[in-house]
């Protein structure tokens, strides 16, 4: 215990773990995506977000089962698929999704409200995105990689949905740490297993 103040958690919603039930509730729809109730929420989860370090989160993981999803691509984790590349942060109010076609691809992720994992998630590798911005606007489009992949991510998030219950060879699930040392010793893996922030 320590009477010091950390000020950059002041005011940041703790990200909830795995075995809270919200994480395992469908959210409900916003009707009102401009309402400023929403914007609080979208500016709390910003923060949560930065101060995680990740790069994506869904509402019900600071406790709130409402369909809303921050995600962003850093310049390292993009792919080079034309559809993918790196983006900032957005924010997208009541997000769905439908695969383009049957492509599956296998990548290593990472959740915030699961600390410490990562695992070999099949995803679509390409979708088409609809949503809501929180300004109104109908925002659509068509996503590849690592942007498809963690849009898919928090969208399960809203879901009740967590990537374990994705994954296909719980072979390739690990701590992070153990992953890495297994992979710069041995190249086991074969693929990334990210060396920067990915956790969503
Ligand atoms: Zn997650």
Redesign the pocket.
């Known amino acids: 215990m320590s009477d010091q103040t950390d000020d950059s958690t002041a005011g940041c919603p703790p990200i909830v773990r795995m075995g809270d039930p919200v994480l395992r509730q469908v959210a409900a729809e916003v009707a009102d995506p401009t309402a400023p109730e929403i914007q609080d929420l979208i500016a709390e989860m910003t923060v949560s977000l930065a101060e995680a370090g ?1 790069i ?3 509402a019900p ?1 600071i406790g709130i089962g409402r369909r809303v999803i921050l995600f962003k691509v850093p310049d390292a984790r993009a792919t080079d698929d034309p559809d993918d590349g790196p983006c900032p942060l957005t924010a997208l109010v009541n997000p769905s999704f439908a695969p383009l076609d049957d492509e599956m691809a296998l990548g290593w ?6 600390p410490g994992l990562r695992g070999e998630v099949p995803r679509h590798q390409r979708i088409k995105v609809r949503g809501t911005t929180p300004e109104g606007s109908v925002f659509e489009a068509v996503l590849a990689g690592t942007r498809a992949r963690v849009v898919q ?2 969208v ?2 809203l879901d009740g949905v ?2 374990l219950d994705r994954m296909t060879d719980l072979v390739r699930l690990g701590f992070t740490e153990e992953i890495m040392e297994a992979e710069a010793a041995r190249k086991w893996l074969g693929a990334d297993a990210g060396t920067g922030e990915q ?2």
């Open positions: 990740g994506g989160l869904a993981q992720e990472g959740c915030l409200s699961i991510h928090e399960d998030h967590l990537y956790d969503g």
